[in-house]
């Protein structure tokens, strides 16, 4: 049975030191229960409070972390379903590298996947991890492969070598950079041994969930916790539905062999199926895909695709209220408004910079709510927007006295002309594809 936050306390040293990251043992306390911590995170935890809360306190998923200093990490889920809560750590997108594809088309290849990044609503969106294949009759390509990522990305690595004396000297390169082995047959006691003393993931793979736990169980009764699942499929529509089973018995029955992150490796050649096959995968549950070929406008569907699916619901991405100069805005620039709300801020300030013009673009806190919604919830309404205005003195920074609002909250005009005596409210465009063709239309200066 679950531990509640006092029982868990108890057990706790209660000297409030702080060693765990959070201030109070009491606190730390709350974070075990919401499974949102780790007992071993206390250096303090007596025998007899692990022995208690062990089990307990572990995740219903493990965090899991593959690669050495910029090291991904992925698990550690507590809900089936985004709306519930949140999803916590965004599914690694890894690209495979095959080793019979020789170094010289490899380099290219790993200097462009590492410095593709793309800038979306204010946040960097990338790959995560290489995904090396050993498909070369000679070792040392496959080795020259790895060293060739390890010289020129700091992503994290998973390695994929059937011959063990092979992968063992590829873990060898990869002292303190904590790869992943990718396991395509039955685990034995070697293959653990070998994660075990190279600090590396193992990814189990099986053809059906008994043997899936029975394996789970192998590695965790042999003391290998970093593991990933990966149950074969036949279909999109199977993988699915093994992915729903295996979440949902880590989460709801609290079944420890499958608590820990899923992955799969995708083989299609068709570039539709490749794109809806990685989309429905990244939905649900997969914690790590990995893509058989560098496709930017792929790669860009993704990521949008990963930023929204991984986005707190209850938390939208906003950007600090305050004004920002779009070009090089002068005192009698004209002003426009709108909300806090990331993608209506970016979109905006985006337009308004295609139509030549500067200005002050004077953004409000909606908590994040884009126009109409937040005009909706009341955070958007001609009083606050004058507050705010006046709150940062922004009328002592300009001498224009016009300001154009959203066209989608023109109802907020006389109420802002009233909270803000002397300027001109101009209802603008509704939607912001059109501000280069309204600004010509009208007079803002
Ligand atoms: S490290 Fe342990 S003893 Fe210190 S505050 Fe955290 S829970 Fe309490």
Not at 96 to 111: D, N, V, Y
Not at 178 to 203: G, H, M, V, W, Y
């Amino acid at each position: 049975m679950a531990l509640s936050g006092l029982d868990i306390f108890k057990l706790l040293p209660k000297t409030n030191c702080g060693d765990c990251g959070v201030p109070t043992c009491m606190a730390f306390a709350m974070k075990l229960a919401q499974k949102k911590a780790e007992l071993s995170e206390c250096p303090h935890a007596s025998e007899e409070a692990k022995a208690t809360l062990g089990a307990a306190s572990e995740p219903p998923i493990r965090l899991v972390k593959i690669g050495g200093q910029s090291s991904l990490e992925v698990g550690n889920e507590t809900v089936m379903f985004r709306h519930e809560k949140t999803f916590y750590h965004p599914t690694g997108i890894a690209i495979e590298l095959r080793a019979s594809e020789g170094q010289e088309k490899l380099l290219p290849k790993i200097k462009e996947i590492e410095k593709h990044k793309v800038e979306r609503v204010g946040e960097e969106l990338k790959t995560d991890l290489f995904f090396v294949t050993q498909d070369s009759q000679d070792k040392k390509d496959f080795l020259g492969a790895i060293n060739l990522v390890k010289q020129n990305s700091a992503k994290g690595i998973i390695l994929y070598c059937q011959d063990r004396a092979t992968l063992k000297e590829a873990l060898g390169l990869l002292k303190d950079d904590r790869p992943a082995i990718f396991l395509q047959k039955e685990l034995e006691d070697a293959d653990i041994e070998l994660a075990k003393t190279n600090q590396a993931s193992l990814i189990l793979t099986a053809e059906s969930f008994e043997e899936l736990a029975a394996q789970t169980e192998k590695a965790r009764s042999a003391g290998l916790n970093d593991l990933l699942l990966n149950l074969e499929s036949k279909g999109v529509g199977h993988h699915l539905l093994h992915n729903t089973i295996l979440r949902r018995s880590a989460l709801k029955k609290n079944f420890k062999p499958f608590g820990y992150p899923l992955f799969s490796r995708i083989q299609i050649k068709d570039d539709f199926e490749l794109a809806a096959n990685a989309s429905i995968f990244l939905c649900k549950y997969d914690s790590v895909i990995v893509l058989p070929r560098y496709d930017k406008a792929l790669l860009y569907a993704l990521f949008t695709l990963r930023q929204n699916i991984y986005t707190d619901p209850q938390k939208p991405i906003q950007v600090d209220p305050k004004v920002y100069p779009i070009g090089d805005p002068t005192p009698e620039s004209p002003v426009f408004v709108t909300t806090n709300f990331s993608l209506t801020y970016f979109i905006v300030s985006g337009e308004i910079e295609n139509s030549g013009l500067s200005a002050h673009l004077v953004v409000t806190d909606t908590e994040g709510q884009s126009v109409l919604t937040a005009w909706a919830a009341g955070k958007f309404v001609g009083e606050k927007v004058a507050k705010f205005i006046k709150d940062i003195k922004f009328e002592q920074q300009v001498k224009t006295r016009k300001i154009v609002i959203p066209g989608f909250a023109s109802q907020i005009s006389g109420d802002l002309e009233e909270h803000l005596p002397g300027w001109e409210v101009i209802v603008g465009c509704q939607e912001a594809s059109d501000i280069p063709s309204f600004v010509k239309k009208v007079k803002l200066t």
